[in-house]
T-cell receptor, first 113, second 110 residues
Framework: GAVVSQHPSRVICKSGTSVKIECRSL??????MFWYRQFPKQSLMLMAT?????????EQGVEKDKFLINHASLTLSTLTVTSAHPEDSSFYIC?????????FGPGTRLTVL | QKEVEQNSGPLSVPEGAIASLNCTYS??????FFWYRQYSGKSPELIMF????GDKEDGRFTAQLNKASQYVSLLIRDSQPSDSATYLC??????????FGKGTKLSVKP
């Protein structure tokens, strides 16, 4: 069965609204979770590394004030896209390292109108 | 900065043939290499990983690593239409994250 879940799987929102995406490791603790973004016909690009109990580490070019990451527990990390715009429309995928192996969530398709 | 390069394809092979997917990487110090398969609209799923020079076989899949040439490949024997997908090559980054190539789209024709 799935080791990492994401919610929602698909979201459509209006420009200017905020969207929260949850990433959960099921039955396992994950001290580190990663957030990736994939635009159409492009590869997955790392946005940030989320560590439980500390601030996330963002990749160059990713605005930390726009993409808020909270890793409040060993099983949950959230990504909030604040004031979303059409250019933020993308496929957001989280992954968790569990027992040394990386597991991907099923992804969240965000469409900003 | 580590980079991973792949031919975007599409690579088209007939059913039953061998599909050969190639990948090069920039960081000579890279130690861990991964092949993922991604169907449209889905997240990647791990096919194989390889750490040592040479070949590693798992069923119809064989990963090949040549660290001197900074080259990783994936062979798929007896290709099936269900193998049609985008194949992503990845190397491990310094934080434990994965650095992906852009992927090669494979089409297996019945």
């Amino acid at each position: 069965g799935a080791v990492v879940s994401q919610h929602p799987s698909r979201v459509i929102c209006k420009s200017g609204t905020s969207v929260k995406i949850e990433c959960r490791s099921l039955d396992f603790q994950a001290t580190t979770m990663f957030w990736y973004r994939q635009f159409p016909k492009q590869s997955l690009m790392l946005m940030a590394t989320s560590n439980e109990g500390s601030k996330a580490t963002y990749e160059q070019g990713v605005e930390k004030d726009k993409f808020l990451i909270n890793h409040a527990s060993l099983t949950l990390s959230t990504l909030t896209v604040t004031s979303a715009h059409p250019e933020d429309s993308s496929f957001y995928i989280c992954s968790a390292i569990i027992a040394g192996e990386q597991f991907f969530g099923p992804g969240t398709r965000l469409t900003v109108l | 900065q580590k980079e991973v390069e792949q031919n975007s394809g599409p690579l088209s092979v007939p059913e039953g043939a061998i599909a050969s997917l190639n990948c090069t990487y920039s960081d000579r110090g890279s130690q861990s290499f991964f092949w993922y398969r991604q169907y449209s609209g889905k997240s990647p799923e791990l096919i194989m990983f390889i750490y040592s020079n040479g070949d590693k076989e798992d069923g119809r899949f064989t990963a090949q690593l040549n660290k001197a040439s900074q080259y990783v490949s994936l062979l798929i024997r007896d290709s099936q239409p269900s193998d049609s997908a985008t194949y992503l090559c990845a190397v491990r980054g310094s934080q434990g994250n994965l650095i992906f190539g852009k992927g090669t789209k494979l089409s297996v024709k019945p």
